[in-house]
């Protein structure tokens, strides 16, 4: 039986049939056949696909850096603006090269043939492409419709943008009081082992023409994730979360003022990182399609529900509306539609965001002071939260009796019958459940590693006074 289902990045080059092989001057009637089969193989690639894809990649790149670095900087105190800057701008530098030399192949390859797949292929991939081996200019990888491609370059530097803001958003958990070096390896440690595998087990598979081969283990499950509620945001916000209870709260938490020190810069990094978001969504179509355009609608209408949301609920609740709280609520619609972007309509977009809006502020506000925990700029409330709302109701607003677009078929091209919301919400359910135990077990396990050691905190001495000083001997502002 074929597996239905339908998720964004696929594997790149796959096998490509021959064309333009040496026939043997036999007869002329072969020479003619052998051409016709050449012509109906030849692969297409499209300037207009590969071009909307570079774009979108770059636009992905925009959103950590310098997106969230400012969104982030914006929140903590003026004496630690630097050292979140410093953070997320060298966990994408880290990133970026580890993905190239390792993550590519790791994520988006087989541990085995299709003939002969290990026990491993269904959780994490091989090191066929390490160091990118192998791939050139002329390689291509396929895209969601049958012999469509694009350079699997491409491809490449899509995935690469993804792999680095997934890895930075977790700086927003630890701020102001975690080791710059604890940092950064904890999260080249996350990536390996719960990035990477995440992302192999959610979007590997083997594309339309090998629509029954191996693929990773939630994909396989008809786990529906198109841009990675699950791989980026639940994966990030499960290890925020883990890391700001294993580090423990900043000194004076609860009993001095913490407030943001640079509002304006938070607005402007969450408004770039809602235009980042459009490449994000968008672009994992792979495509310059109607399904592309949707998600780009989708992106646009959730992200307004949602900050509308979370704005009208703290007026509610807290008697005002503050701008923190908007573009606060608009990140939460941007995690909240992830992974529904091209598998719902503009109406279900909508209701998705105010959900998502509405249970991130509630969250925030109401819950998260009275766990005690100081997970600093909610990397959980918002991307954890917002991540397990959005990919739970992608399950009930895919089906095509809510607007959605069901569940496609790429070995036929044409929606599977008999859509069943209460199956579909269960197989989220489980893409969540898997996300957050994964993640959770990784970033534990990993943090013991790192306080064994370089140790976690920075001392209390240099925390007090900021660690733009005593970590990196600077300071954001002179007066």
């Given at each position: 039986?074929?597996?239905?289902?339908?998720i964004?990045?696929?594997?790149?080059?796959l096998a490509?049939p021959?064309?333009?092989?040496?026939?043997?001057?036999?007869a002329?009637?072969a020479?003619d056949?052998?051409?016709?089969v050449?012509?109906?193989?030849?692969?297409?690639?499209?300037?207009?696909?590969?071009t909307?894809?570079m774009?979108?990649?770059?636009?992905?790149m925009?959103?950590?850096?310098?997106?969230?670095?400012l969104?982030?900087?914006?929140l903590?105190?003026?004496?630690?603006?630097?050292?979140?800057?410093?953070?997320?701008?060298?966990?994408f530098c880290?990133?970026?090269?580890?993905w190239?030399?390792?993550?590519?192949?790791?994520?988006f390859?087989?541990?085995?043939s299709?003939e002969?797949?290990?026990?491993?292929?269904p959780?994490?991939g091989?090191?066929?492409?390490?160091?990118?081996?192998g791939?050139?200019a002329?390689?291509?990888?396929?895209?969601f419709?049958?012999?469509?491609?694009v350079?699997?370059?491409?491809f490449?530097?899509?995935q690469?943008a993804?792999?680095?803001?997934?890895?930075?958003?977790i700086?927003?958990?630890?701020?102001?009081?975690?080791?710059?070096?604890a940092?950064?390896?904890?999260?080249?440690?996350?990536?390996?082992?719960s990035?990477?595998?995440?992302?192999?087990m959610?979007?590997w598979?083997?594309?339309?023409?090998?629509y029954?081969?191996?693929?990773?283990?939630?994909?396989g499950?008809g786990?529906?994730?198109?841009?990675?509620?699950?791989?980026?945001?639940i994966?990030?916000?499960i290890?925020?979360l883990v890391a700001?209870?294993?580090?423990?709260?900043?000194l004076?938490?609860?009993k001095?003022?913490?407030?943001?020190?640079?509002?304006p810069?938070?607005?402007i990094?969450?408004?770039?990182?809602?235009?980042g978001?459009?490449?994000?969504?968008?672009?994992?179509?792979?495509?310059?399609?109607?399904v592309?355009?949707?998600?780009?609608?989708?992106t646009?209408?959730?992200?307004?529900?949602?900050?509308l949301?979370?704005?009208?609920g703290e007026?509610l609740?807290?008697?005002?509306?503050?701008l923190?709280?908007?573009?606060s609520g608009a990140?939460?619609?941007?995690?909240?539609?992830?992974?529904?972007a091209g598998f719902?309509?503009?109406?279900?977009?909508?209701?998705?965001?105010?959900?998502?809006?509405?249970?991130?502020m509630?969250?925030?506000?109401s819950?998260?002071?009275?766990?005690?925990?100081?997970?600093?700029?909610?990397?959980?409330?918002?991307?954890?939260?917002?991540g397990?709302?959005?990919?739970?109701?992608?399950?009930?607003?895919?089906?095509?009796?809510l607007?959605g677009?069901?569940?496609?078929d790429y070995s036929?091209?044409?929606?599977?019958?008999?859509?069943?919301?209460?199956?579909?919400?269960?197989?989220?359910?489980?893409g969540?459940?898997?996300a957050v135990?994964?993640s959770?077990?990784?970033?534990?396990?990993a943090?013991l590693?790192?306080?064994?050691?370089?140790?976690?905190?920075?001392?209390?001495?240099?925390?007090?006074?900021?660690?733009?000083?005593?970590?990196?001997?600077?300071n954001?502002?002179n007066?």
């Amino acid at each position: 039986m074929k597996r239905r289902t339908a998720i964004t990045p696929l594997i790149p080059a796959l096998a490509l049939p021959l064309v333009g092989l040496a026939v043997p001057a036999m007869a002329q009637e072969a020479t003619d056949t052998a051409a016709a089969v050449a012509e109906t193989v030849a692969p297409i690639v499209d300037k207009g696909d590969a071009t909307w894809m570079m774009v979108s990649a770059i636009l992905v790149m925009a959103m950590s850096i310098p997106g969230l670095a400012l969104f982030y900087g914006g929140l903590v105190r003026a004496k630690n603006m630097l050292s979140v800057l410093m953070q997320v701008f060298t966990i994408f530098c880290v990133m970026a090269l580890l993905w190239v030399m390792f993550g590519y192949s790791l994520a988006f390859t087989g541990a085995g043939s299709a003939e002969d797949a290990t026990w491993l292929t269904p959780f994490i991939g091989g090191f066929s492409k390490a160091f990118l081996s192998g791939v050139d200019a002329s390689s291509l990888a396929e895209t969601f419709t049958q012999n469509v491609f694009v350079p699997e370059y491409v491809f490449i530097t899509f995935q690469l943008a993804f792999a680095c803001i997934a890895s930075a958003l977790i700086v927003g958990a630890t701020v102001e009081r975690m080791k710059f070096s604890a940092m950064l390896i904890f999260v080249v440690i996350w990536f390996f082992f719960s990035y990477l595998p995440m992302a192999h087990m959610v979007w590997w598979w083997g594309g339309p023409s090998a629509y029954d081969g191996p693929a990773g283990y939630l994909f396989g499950h008809g786990d529906l994730d198109f841009a990675g509620g699950t791989v980026i945001h639940i994966n990030a916000g499960i290890a925020g979360l883990v890391a700001a209870i294993m580090v423990g709260p900043r000194l004076g938490y609860g009993k001095e003022l913490m407030a943001p020190h640079n509002l304006p810069f938070t607005f402007i990094g969450g408004c770039l990182l809602w235009i980042g978001w459009f490449g994000f969504n968008a672009g994992s179509n792979m495509e310059a399609t109607g399904v592309a355009a949707m998600a780009l609608l989708n992106t646009v209408v959730a992200t307004a529900a949602a900050a509308l949301a979370w704005a009208f609920g703290e007026w509610l609740f807290r008697g005002h509306p503050s701008l923190l709280g908007g573009i606060s609520g608009a990140i939460a619609g941007l995690v909240g539609i992830t992974p529904a972007a091209g598998f719902v309509g503009p109406m279900g977009a909508i209701v998705i965001g105010l959900a998502a809006g509405f249970l991130c502020m509630w969250f925030v506000v109401s819950i998260k002071a009275k766990l005690g925990i100081d997970e600093s700029l909610d990397v959980f409330g918002i991307h954890g939260i917002g991540g397990i709302v959005g990919a739970i109701l992608t399950g009930v607003f895919a089906s095509p009796s809510l607007g959605g677009s069901g569940v496609f078929d790429y070995s036929t091209g044409a929606v599977a019958e008999g859509y069943s919301i209460a199956s579909q919400v269960m197989t989220q359910t489980m893409g969540v459940i898997v996300a957050v135990v994964w993640s959770a077990v990784v970033s534990f396990v990993a943090l013991l590693i790192v306080k064994a050691v370089v140790g976690l905190r920075v001392p209390a001495n240099d925390e007090r006074q900021g660690l733009d000083t005593t970590t990196h001997g600077e300071n954001a502002y002179n007066s």
